[in-house]
């Protein structure tokens, strides 16, 4: 005699559907959150992985759950920028802790459901587990369930020249002719251009923001406080994308000459982080901003010296022979004007 078959779905159509499942409602939430304007805060961070973890878990019959929870979240972050209109430098950023917060909550949940009827403290502290990351996601989604969100990052360094060059450079209009650090090279908006010069009260720097991610914008810093050398940058207003991350507040610069042609120069930015949780995004915006600080003083504060490589790279390029001295600021000066050299 024949078998009967057995009717229901198989275990490849209760996979399938599981994902189908945990992807949705991880949309579904994103589109929430969104609209209450939480996607910045930890409720998308923590909250979304967690859902999207515990679905998958709960509902499918897979053998490897965990292999499992990671294939669908890496799906969810593929199509996050395919339909959600996610960028890639947003996906990078957050596959980390989403896959790290799946995994953990696939393994706690997968232990409450394996060791429900044997182990009662261990299914307990699995319980407890799930409810610490469950109030892990609150954070940032009101002032009462965030930490401060107030940073301070401070870069000093020594520069070869004397401190009227210092003040000179920095009075001048910003030229951003130096390499990125590769780490802002990762589609961050990048200083295109920039207008405005003086360190005088009311003086301003308009820096357009272009490339990388997001729509152009213009970061606007003026001039609130002026001393010998010291001056403070307020941020006015900033319309790049960089403002979806973290609000600029000030820029305290001061320099001072330690030894004749030796000058030291702090760049201290002052920032508010606007993402959450703050034990993972507080690191990166640090190592970002303190990137950006070391980065202006480079191209701000730092005379327009040509080293002695890109002197002869710019000499071999214009076919031209020029005479380099130092004057009293300890800037290069072009003393001579150029030659063509002879051919053959």
């Known amino acids: 005699m024949n078998e009967p078959k057995k ?4 275990k490849s159509q209760w996979i399938l559907a599981s994902a189908i499942l945990a992807i949705t409602a991880a949309v579904l939430l994103y589109r929430i959150l969104v609209w209450k304007r939480l996607e910045q805060t930890s409720a998308l961070f923590i909250g979304i992985p967690a859902v999207l973890a515990m679905i998958l878990v709960m509902t ?11 294939k669908v979240t890496a799906i969810a972050l593929l199509l996050s920028g395919v339909f959600l209109g996610e960028g890639f430098i947003c996906i990078v950023m957050a596959s980390p802790i989403f896959f790290a917060v799946a995994i953990l909550i696939g393994l706690i949940i997968s232990n409450v459901r394996d060791l429900v009827k044997s182990n009662k403290s261990t299914t307990l502290t699995s319980l407890v587990l799930v409810g610490v990351f469950a109030s892990m996601s609150i954070e940032g989604t009101s002032p009462k369930f965030s930490f401060p969100q107030e940073e301070e990052v401070a870069v000093a360094k020594s520069l070869p020249v004397n401190a009227h060059a210092v003040e000179d450079a920095l009075a001048a209009s910003p030229v951003f002719d130096c390499t ?75 320099w001072k000459e330690v030894a004749p042609g030796k000058t030291t120069v702090e760049w201290k ?30 191209t701000t504060a730092t005379p327009k010296i040509l080293s ?32 063509l050299m002879q051919k053959n």
């Not at 930015?269 to 901003?289: H, K």
Request: net charge positive; with cysteine.
């Open 180 to 254: 990125l650090p590769p780490f802002l090279q990762l589609k961050f908006p990048l200083p295109a251009e920039a207008h405005g010069s003086g360190l005088n009260l009311g003086d301003q720097r308009i820096i357009h923001f272009a490339g990388g991610e997001g729509k152009p914008g213009d970061l606007v810093m003026e001039v609130v406080e002026r001393s010998p050398g010291h001056v403070r940058f307020h941020a006015l207003s900033d319309h790049s994308k960089i403002a979806h991350w973290m609000t600029w507040q000030d820029a305290d610069v001061s």
């Open 7 to 10: 009717s229901g779905p198989t």
């Open 60 to 70: 499918s019959r897979a053998k490897t759950t965990i292999g499992l929870v990671c």
């Open 308 to 339: 002695p490589r890109r002197r002869t790279e710019k000499n071999q390029t214009n076919g031209m022979k020029t005479n380099l001295a130092t004057d009293e600021h300890g800037y290069t000066r072009i003393l001579s004007k150029a030659v």
């Open 269 to 298: 930015i002052r920032f508010r982080r606007e993402l959450s949780p703050a034990w993972y995004f507080a690191p990166w915006e640090r190592y970002a901003v303190r990137l950006a600080a070391g980065y202006l003083i480079d």
